[in-house]
């Protein structure tokens, strides 16, 4: 298996511009989650998916962003205008209800400028 | 809620000297607990987790971590540590039932000096 894939890995954006993150999760896997790394506030949950359905969007920064899963091997994050404080490495990760191991992608990371 | 304290943010050590991480958690219910490894520019790697059972939990490349109900804590342990073992280290734990999200401590850079 390729294991979870994310794109791009690197992305560079000026203030202000839409940005869209990407992930394929394993194939089988009914929950995606996608995590935020930053150096002030660590490794923090924005959103995770159960059967595409997202459960707990709790860590959602605010209405900049917004995620989506239209189907069970795509996902989706999105930022709106993204703003310098958006600037952090984005990790999608997927697992199974049969086991609880989450599977991390390379992630990406983005500066916003 | 649950949290998770990695009281030590760097930990330097010899080769093949023996290494201990230290981590504790907070929660009034029964919680799942993991160590993850993050090399330079990578993904998160399982290390090992604890469900249920045995409380010494064995891994991956000779880690092990032993999960501890009475202190809350789940500390991560190798006897002989190599160059290639230098990354930084996450603690994280969720609760057995209902939400499934992970929260992470905050890491421990594992440095091993030749």
């Known amino acids: 298996d390729a294991g979870v894939i994310q794109s791009p890995r690197h992305e560079v954006t000026e203030m202000g511009q839409e940005v869209t993150l990407r992930c394929k999760p394993i194939?089988?896997?009914?929950?995606l989650f996608w995590y935020r790394q930053t150096m002030m506030r660590g490794l923090e949950l924005l959103i995770y998916?159960?059967?595409?359905?997202?459960?707990?969007d709790s860590g959602m920064p605010e209405d900049r962003f917004s995620a989506k899963m239209p189907n069970a091997s795509f996902s989706t994050l999105k930022i709106q205008p993204s703003e310098p404080r958006d600037s952090a490495v984005y990790f999608c990760a997927s697992s199974s209800s049969v086991q609880e191991t989450q599977y991390f992608g390379p992630g990406t990371r983005l500066l916003v400028l | 809620a649950q949290s998770v304290t990695q009281l030590d943010s760097q930990v330097p050590v010899f080769e093949e000297a023996p290494v201990e991480l230290r981590c504790n958690y907070s929660?009034?219910?029964?919680?799942?607990l993991f160590w993850y490894v993050q090399y330079p520019n990578q993904g998160l790697q399982l290390l090992l987790k604890y469900l249920s059972g045995s409380t010494l939990v064995k891994g991956i490349n000779g880690f092990e971590a032993e999960f501890n109900k009475s202190q809350t804590s789940f500390h991560l342990r190798k006897p002989s540590v190599h160059i290639s073992d230098t990354a930084e280290y996450f603690c994280?734990?969720?609760?057995?039932?209902?939400?499934?999200?992970?929260?992470f401590g905050s890491g421990t850079r594992l440095q091993v000096q030749p």
């Open positions: 929660s009034s219910v029964s919680v799942y």
């Open positions: 998916f159960n059967n595409n359905v997202p459960i707990d």
């Open positions: 194939s089988g896997h009914d929950y």
């Open positions: 994280a734990v969720r609760y057995s039932t209902g939400r499934r999200a992970l929260t």
